[in-house]
């Protein structure tokens, strides 16, 4: 077997393995679906179904692909979550970053906001378009399902492999599996998870943080609700 396969360490199989699993957890178990079929009848914030499907979703994301994540680096690696992206890294090229990539994410939205697919899709918390404070809870809530996102592709994937593989081929790994996830999404959100993912790779270890990805991912999908609800 050792003729036939290439040597992989302990910690990158933990990794790629790793993020494969809780991405499929994720997709069946932490999504809106699920939480309608076996959930809904037992599980209400609020008397309100969609403001908890959502909440639900973001808490999923957060929990699976970002806090498990985060506890194999420090419990099983036995390393500092700074070593994962987690830090506010080059700020003067971060924020030159934000400053270009951050329009363009909202630009983007206003097209997609028009699309029918992506109205039958858009906000996950359907709840976030009953009030100025409804939003401003949603866009706080969205920032915990980023946080997790970010954390399990482009920090606990990306970061994590970039000993083992190199800069790009880690990059490469970490945008083939967040890509494999939109599976199912709008089109052209599933086909543009692959640019993003390539660009935001970059970026992370250009800026060795994980906060610009946040952020314009962020700003990506806020802004794709905000116009959604606006109109």
Not at 37 to 45: C, I, K, P, T
Not at 57 to 85: D, K, Q
Not at 179 to 194: I, R, S, W
């Amino acid at each position: 077997m050792a003729g036939l396969f290439p040597s992989i360490s302990r910690k990158a199989t933990i990794v790629i393995v790793g993020a494969a699993v809780l991405g499929i957890l994720f997709f069946y178990l932490g999504s809106k679906p699920f939480y309608f079929r076996h959930l809904a009848s037992s599980f209400v914030l609020g008397g309100n179904r969609e403001l908890t499907a959502g909440l639900f979703t973001f808490s999923s994301a957060f929990v699976l692909l970002g806090l498990i994540p985060a506890l194999v680096v420090r419990f099983v690696f036995r390393e500092p979550l700074s070593a994962y992206g987690v830090r506010l890294g080059d700020l003067s090229f971060g924020w030159k970053a934000f400053a270009v990539v951050a329009p363009v994410m909202a630009l983007l939205s206003l097209s997609a906001s028009r699309m029918p697919e992506f109205l039958a899709v858009y906000p996950l918390n359907r709840a976030a378009g009953d009030g100025p404070l409804a939003f401003a809870g949603h866009a706080l809530a969205y920032l915990a399902f980023y946080a997790g996102w970010e954390f399990g592709f482009r920090g606990f994937v990306q970061f994590g492999l970039r000993e083992e593989m190199g800069d790009w081929n880690a990059i490469l790994v970490q945008t083939a599996l967040s890509a494999a996830l939109h599976v199912g999404k709008p089109f052209g959100e599933t086909l543009g998870a692959v640019l993003g993912g390539l660009a935001w790779g970059v970026i992370a270890f250009r800026s060795r943080s994980l906060l610009v990805p946040l952020l314009t991912h962020w700003v990506l999908g806020l802004s794709l609700d905000l116009f959604i609800v606006c109109r």
